[in-house]
């Protein structure tokens, strides 16, 4: 009989230890599943911007920053004697910056608005309408928007493709995303702060563009600096509204290149193939400046 | 008039500007399609059949709806099982400590590279990989779309997916654990039930950015107008046709394009709204 219960009891705890093991070995496998899928996740970055360096930056010399890019020939001639492909992107880097500028005059006033109309009338029925507008707008896929733009502008406004449709096309872009921080920038600030102005008997135009905008600001200026990031590297809506130039130009209603526009046709052509890498490392490092730029100044704020 | 009513007038007149531009949108996608609409009507979404030759010129979307699906729906199942185990890395396992941050801050910077990069990236690095390794001759197709997708769309699908893995109450947790429960078991029975609705959000809004990506697709998947057949088969995608063929369109093919990007922008508004609805509905 006692021998039984024993043989029962160590059956039931090989049992229970069986089972614990199991678990257990299950666990640490799940465990060792995630780890390894966030390292594959993580390792694109190196994989991705390792190609980059290591491909272009020979290519990064004085003339890349301040000459245009070769003709075919000229780049076939330096690239069957062995040599750097001589020229650069200086029309791309000007081109970018034009049109991010312009692109940026004509988003950040209206973005930084409609934000504050959020945050000012969040429970209002228009307000959230409006909200959920905009995050269909800053849903629509790019091409769409560079498809949208060449009808207006560029057959309408322009009567060609033009730095100015480009810009257009990178102001769409850029508006809901500055709405959406500039309002949850604006959330974030202390309501006794608005309370206290309030308090003071201070004008209501007052209180926003004297307490609000400013308490906000470094918010703000994260959203927009991030805001830039995203659209410096848009190269779909380009490609119907600015459509490119080999020269520098700075007329709004001339056709105007852009650095990831440059990419693009180097790409189509293999004569300039060693020209992408240092282009891509460039547009790449800027963006990733911004960025950068944009996480310091989030991490200096205080409200 | 006071200030006060002139600012408020101001952000009102601000915010019209955003109906504007969204109705304006949708009301030149249709007006430009109308030539197309009128020609092939509802034919032109379940025609397959795209030939720009003039004197038979005849356009449909089908091929490249299949090209647009399928490139996506791939690469959200690549990016599905990446996407939640960095979640869990970030949010459960490593939570607040400094492996969390880097990894967090990696797939950020991954969301920040531009999609011309990805497309080169695949074409010279990744497509290069599949023709050494064997598995298609030229690299080009579905799979190798997909594939860049998935990468693409990872940091997307894991920042909502964090945000609400970590909402999940302590106290449940806790709980389960003092039941015997492995950290296994918690996140299968407690984290994934509690933060399902934000995750499915998250993938679907993933989604719907593989959906409207244009060129980092063009550059991988073959740009050959003809119905993918399988994983290797080349293909191509609505946002591609329109980058591919919009420079030398004009008349009923310019139209027919523009009917294509007023597909897309149903399709990608429609997935981004179910997205959005579940957050509301459920967060």
């Known amino acids: 009989m006692n021998e039984i219960n024993l043989l029962l009891e160590n059956k039931r705890s090989s049992i ?47 003339a890349f920053f301040t000459q245009t890019p070769p003709n075919t020939f000229e780049a076939m001639m330096a690239k069957s004697s062995g040599k750097l492909i001589p020229g650069g992107i200086i029309n791309g880097i000007t081109g970018s910056l034009y ?19 959020l945050y000012e009338n969040t429970k209002k029925r228009y307000a959230s309408i409006i909200r959920d507008i905009t995050d269909v707008l800053q849903g629509v896929p790019s091409i769409v928007i560079g498809l949208i733009v060449y009808l207006w502008v560029v057959v309408n406004v322009t009567k060609g493709y033009s730095a100015f449709a480009g810009s257009v096309a990178l102001s769409i872009m850029m508006l809901p995303l500055i709405v959406r921080s500039t309002e949850e920038s604006l959330k974030m600030i202390p309501d006794s702060l608005k309370e ?80 992408i890498w240092s282009s891509t490392l460039f547009l790449m490092g800027f963006v990733l400046i911004l960025n950068l730029l944009a996480k310091w100044i989030a991490a200096s704020r205080k409200f | 008039m006071n200030s006060d009513k002139i600012l408020k007038y101001v952000l009102f007149a601000a915010s019209l500007l955003i109906l504007l531009i969204s109705g304006a949108m949708v009301l030149s996608l249709v007006q430009g399609s109308m030539p197309s609409f009128h020609q ?15 004197g038979r010129e005849q356009y449909g979307a089908l091929l490249f709806v299949a090209g647009t699906l399928f490139t996506s729906i791939l690469a959200l199942l690549i990016a599905i099982p990446m996407a939640f185990s960095t979640s869990l890395f970030v949010a459960e396992y490593f939570r607040n400590t400094w492996m969390a941050s880097v990894v967090s801050t990696l797939v950020d910077l991954l969301a920040g590279i531009p999609s011309i990069i990805y497309g080169l990236w695949g074409f010279y690095v990744l497509r290069t990989f599949i023709v050494d390794i064997g598995l298609s001759a030229q690299g080009y197709g579905i799979f190798t779309s997909g594939l860049i997708l998935a990468i693409m769309i990872i940091p997307y699908a894991t920042s909502l997916s964090n945000t609400t893995i970590m909402m999940v109450p302590n106290e449940l947790k806790e ?109």
């Open chain 1, 16 to 62: 229970i230890t069986d089972t614990f093991k199991g678990r257990k070995i299950k666990d640490n496998l799940f465990l060792s599943i995630v780890i390894l899928f966030s390292l594959i996740t993580i390792s694109m970055v190196f994989l991705i911007i390792g190609t980059m360096v290591f491909k272009g930056f020979h290519q990064i010399n004085f």
């Open chain 1, 99 to 117: 049109m991010v500028a312009l692109a940026s005059i004509l988003a950040i006033p209206f973005g930084v608005l409609i934000g504050i109309y």
């Open chain 1, 196 to 275: 206290a102005a309030i308090a003071l008997g201070t004008p209501y135009y007052k209180v926003v563009l004297r307490v609000l905008v400013p308490t906000s600001f470094t918010g703000l200026m994260t959203g927009i600096l991030l805001a830039i990031s995203r659209i410096l590297g848009e190269t779909a809506p380009l490609m119907l509204t600015a459509l490119g130039n080999p020269a520098i130009n700075w007329n709004v209603v001339k056709p105007s290149s852009a650095v990831p526009l440059l990419i693009w046709q180097f790409y189509n052509d293999p004569n300039m193939v060693d020209l």
């Open chain 2, 40 to 54: 092939f009507g509802w034919k032109f979404l379940v025609s397959d059949k795209w030939d720009p030759t003039t």
């Open chain 2, 175 to 283: 709980a389960a654990y003092s039941l015997g429960a492995t950290r296994l078991e918690v996140i299968w029975n407690v984290i994934i039930p509690n933060a399902r609705s934000g995750i499915t959000a998250s993938y679907i809004l993933a989604f719907g950015r593989a959906l409207g990506e244009t060129l980092a697709v063009t550059m991988l998947i073959g740009n050959s107008n003809k119905m993918p057949t399988g994983l290797f088969s080349t293909g191509n995608s609505m946002a591609s046709v329109i980058a591919n063929q919009f420079g030398e369109a004009s008349g009923l093919q310019l139209s027919s394009l523009i009917e294509i990007g007023l597909l897309l922008f149903v399709i990608t508004t429609v997935i981004n709204a179910v997205g959005k609805y579940i957050i509301k509905k459920f967060a």
